[in-house]
């Protein structure tokens, strides 16, 4: 069974495929100005999005997962999508959707749309003055793909997380999110739930390892794939990823069933054969359920599916 949905928070392969898009469409573009369609989007009284008009667009980055456009007179919106918050590229003075516009960025080349698939409207907008102002909405994460393998196991090794978690954890790293980690972890072939301060400098340098080639062979193929064109889907679920999303299927590498550990809303996918020696991880839910029965290998888990089978 194939967990598919584009209401995936974008991830930072995901965000760099907006910032290559929006590069050449609007900075060095003045904005003729910010049309609201959504009362909830906008989360800062001052400056107000008037001061926005005429404004040239002097540089686009990201911070974490939200998308920084920076303008003259050291002005800066920054749009955090969430998880189903999306960018559309259109005609000069498009309107915005009614069923699920935000906002449109107006300039005269073309307008940019924010929408969001949702009806709880989690997107955001802040309208900011100023580096310091735009410091509060950083959480400190390190970018990934911009440090070395001695600051990243500095870094993950700050605190005694279980990998999975430091991985995903703003403040420590930048942009990861839930489907690139379980890329990240399968890759490494290490289990989401080692403990940080445990792993050996051997294992950590693996990791980083597979951190680098993760987010650069994901980023580097979404842009090969869109080109010069606008990303119609953006999602940080992707069909070809090894596991994540891909609970039941066969592990690319060893062909067992992907396994899952589900929480609350979300959920992690791992290979238990190449991640786990063979072993499961308990999933709560499930083992609230089966009580002591919770299978420890994948032949248990089968010998179980078999009994249930046999039973009905």
């Not at 935000?102 to 900011?128: M, P, V, Y």
């Not at 080109?227 to 590498?253: I, L, S």
């Not at 550990?261 to 839910?285: F, H, M, P, V, W």
Request: hydrophobic share 35%; net charge neutral.
């Amino acid at each position: 069974m194939t967990w598919m949905s584009d209401c995936v928070v974008p991830e930072l392969p995901d965000i760099e495929l907006y910032l290559h898009a929006l590069e050449p469409r609007v900075v060095d573009h003045v904005l003729a100005g910010i049309r609201l369609g959504s009362p909830f989007l906008l989360r800062t009284v001052d400056p107000p999005a008037g001061a926005f008009e005429g404004k040239r667009v002097t540089g686009l980055r990201r911070i974490g997962k939200r998308i920084v456009f920076a303008f003259e007179d050291d002005l800066f919106a920054v749009v955090h999508l969430m998880i189903a918050g999306r960018f559309q590229w259109k005609d000069p003075g498009a309107a915005i959707p009614k069923r699920n516009g935000l906002c449109a960025f107006d300039f005269q080349n073309g307008t940019l749309i924010l929408t969001e698939a949702s009806k709880k409207k989690r997107a955001r907008l802040h309208l900011l003055r100023g580096e310091k102002a735009l410091d509060e909405l950083d959480p400190g994460g390190l970018e990934p793909l911009a440090i070395d393998a001695t600051t990243f196991a500095e870094r993950l090794r700050m605190r005694n997380h279980t990998v999975k978690r430091a991985l995903t954890d703003p403040r420590l790293f930048s942009g990861i999110g839930n489907a690139y980690s379980d890329e990240i972890l399968w890759e490494a072939q290490l289990s989401p739930v080692r403990w940080t301060q445990r792993l050996d400098d051997p294992t950590t340098e693996r990791l980083y390892d597979a951190t680098q080639a993760v987010l650069v062979r994901w980023r580097d193929a979404l842009r090969d794939e869109v080109g010069d064109g606008w990303p119609g889907k953006v999602t940080a679920f992707r069909p070809e990823m090894a596991v994540h999303g891909k609970y039941g299927e066969p592990c690319p590498r060893c062909g067992d069933p992907v396994q899952r550990i589900r929480y609350a809303s979300n959920e992690t996918n791992y290979c238990a054969t190449c991640q786990n020696d063979g072993k499961l991880l308990a999933d709560r839910s499930l083992s609230r359920l089966l009580k002591g029965d919770w299978p420890r290998t994948l032949e248990e888990l089968e010998e179980q599916k078999r009994t249930r089978q046999e039973s009905k």
